[in-house]
């Protein structure tokens, strides 16, 4: 695949994007990089979606300092959800509450930062905050358009919160 594209004259962005999709399906966070990486430097000005995008990869990479270089270059808000994410991934559940709920004030619609949110409140403890903020990600992310929501993360979390708190036939 990335010969074929290689070859291509010009090169494409949404080539590279196709091929980033294909490694990150193989969760293989390296080359998906490389791809992404590649089609951003084709565009003549990235947008705060590629920003993020890049962000999210390196962080699923493990490249924490690169994602937080990215960070720097995005507003108030998207800049506090990639922060958020590096500090999840650092284990700081605290600061990653505060910096992700910065960015929801920003982006309330955020489907992965609720996820993330919940993931935090359950660690924490915090079942009921949790169980709100998986509610609200899979309200968000499927509603009545998805053919599977039982087959979602946040679903599967809003089941496993409800079984915990012996609401069982709502699990």
């Not at 490694?23 to 705060?48: K, Y």
């Not at 489907?111 to 949790?130: F, W």
């Not at 609200?136 to 509603?143: L, M, P």
């Not at 599967?156 to 915990?164: D, M």
């Amino acid at each position: 695949l990335r010969e074929g594209i290689e070859l291509a004259d010009p090169e494409r962005s949404e080539d590279w994007r196709a091929l980033y999709e294909f490694f990150w399906q193989l969760d293989d966070f390296p080359q998906a990089l490389v791809a992404l990486e590649r089609a951003i430097e084709l565009l003549r000005d990235p947008s705060t979606a590629d920003l993020l995008l890049l962000a999210d990869t390196l962080v699923e990479a493990g490249e924490l300092e690169r994602a937080r270089e990215v960070a720097g270059r995005l507003d108030e808000g998207y800049r506090d959800l990639v922060l958020g994410r590096i500090q999840l991934e650092r284990g700081d559940l605290e600061a990653a509450r505060a910096s992700l709920r910065a960015g929801i004030r920003v982006w309330p619609n955020n489907p992965v930062a609720r996820l993330l949110l919940g993931r935090i409140e359950a660690k924490s403890g915090r079942l009921e905050e949790a169980l709100n903020e998986y509610i609200e990600a899979y309200r968000i992310d499927y509603g009545h358009s998805n053919q599977n929501p039982e087959k979602t993360d946040s679903a599967k979390e809003v089941a496993r919160i409800q079984f915990a708190l012996g609401a069982y036939e709502q699990a």
